[in-house]
């Protein structure tokens, strides 16, 4: 099935609780799947096409808000639009899940594969410090496997996650192992996961819980912004995800993630046969960031190529992570929907090699 399709029927099968979106390409099918699949008539689950993205983004707040599973789709366009709403539940310190199927831009763009929203996705494209967790599948099983990945850690961490896919990835076909079904918690379960949650109508409680990111205390606004932070600072300790192929004895590592990276794997094997050392460094959590595997991966190799389908965005925090021990470069394609060629990729690495005098 596509990639989108499958993350669709693994949010079912997560025992998710509402799901909140509106169409566009290229990850429509995520919405038009649930709809097929009625899960209202078999789990319970909700499933609403909401007027617009900051619509959506909203009825997801109100929902995680009483401590329900709750997750929206889109596109760059309608990322762009919720980036309020998302910024309004890192404040207010609710869970959630946010899939953004990637096209090109900026504005409309192209319906095409693109990773231009890498900045968005882990910069915090709203206000506030704030970060949101990011996983980056790179194929049709890792969308399925990652929804409950990020609502497990949404709820852990009370944070929203996002999985980023490009294009590529929400429409290619390929074979699934669908996780193991789990059932929607009770309300007895999701009072005891999430006792923050609003509570307006527990009788048995006294006190009545508020969700709000406002506090004009400042004092207790910076405590709540300290306490975010350390949870952050967790989290970069025990969330990191990443991949490495053939990097031990790497001249030339490269760096890239999603669609990107599986072309580069195949570029590695490409390079290894022509007798240039190569080797990928996936990141498949792009917040945190794999920052310590980068840092040991430049002990080792001499150059790092990072490889992306846009102007060059993952190398900032690459060249961060190297501190520029060694050299750091860009390879990318800009046609938003030209697809790089593992070719290409092994060209690019010949003439850095070359210019670098590796």
């Not at 993205?53 to 990322?79: L, N, Q």
């Not at 006294?206 to 969700?211: A, G, L, S, V």
């Amino acid at each position: 099935m596509k990639g989108n399709e499958a993350l669709a029927m693994a949010a079912i099968r997560c025992g998710a609780d509402a799901y909140f979106g509106y169409p566009i390409t290229p990850q429509s099918e995520i919405l038009e799947t649930l709809m097929a699949e009625r899960p209202w008539t078999s789990t319970g689950m909700t499933v609403i096409q909401a007027e617009s993205e900051i619509g959506a983004i909203h009825m997801v707040y109100g929902a995680a808000a009483t401590g329900r599973m709750a997750m929206t789709s889109s596109s760059g366009p309608g990322i762009s639009l919720m980036q309020g709403g998302i910024s309004y539940m890192c404040g207010a310190n609710l869970p959630g899940l946010i899939v953004n199927v990637m096209r090109g831009g900026p504005g409309l763009g192209t319906i095409q594969p693109s990773q231009g929203d890498y900045y968005q996705a882990v910069r915090g494209g709203g206000h506030g410090d704030y970060h949101v967790f990011t996983l980056a599948p790179a194929s049709v099983q890792e969308m399925a496997d990652f929804v409950s990945v990020a609502f497990d850690w949404a709820f852990e961490y009370r944070n929203p996650a996002m999985i980023l896919a490009d294009g590529t990835i929400g429409q290619m076909m390929e074979k699934v192992v669908l996780p193991a079904a789990r059932p929607r918690l009770t309300q007895a379960q999701v009072e005891e996961r999430a006792p923050w949650a609003a509570n307006g109508t527990m009788r048995h409680r006294m006190e009545k819980n508020r969700i709000t990111s406002l506090e004009l205390d400042p004092a207790v606004m910076e405590a709540k912004n300290q306490d975010r932070e350390n949870r952050y600072a967790k989290a970069e300790r025990e969330c990191v995800r990443y991949e490495e192929i053939m990097t031990d004895d790497s001249d030339i590592i490269l760096v890239a993630f999603g669609s990107s990276a599986r072309v580069c794997t195949k570029a590695v094997e490409m390079a290894r046969a022509k007798g240039l050392k190569m080797g990928l460094l996936r990141p498949i959590t792009l917040w945190p960031f794999p920052k310590e595997a980068l840092s040991k991966a430049a002990s080792r190799a001499k150059a790092m190529l990072v490889v992306e389908l846009n102007a060059g965005q993952m190398i900032d925090d690459v060249r961060l992570a190297v501190d520029g021990r060694i050299p750091v470069e860009h390879f990318g394609r800009l046609g938003s929907g030209v697809i790089l060629t593992p070719t290409e990729i092994v060209e690019a690495a010949r003439k850095m090699a070359k210019e670098k005098n590796l």
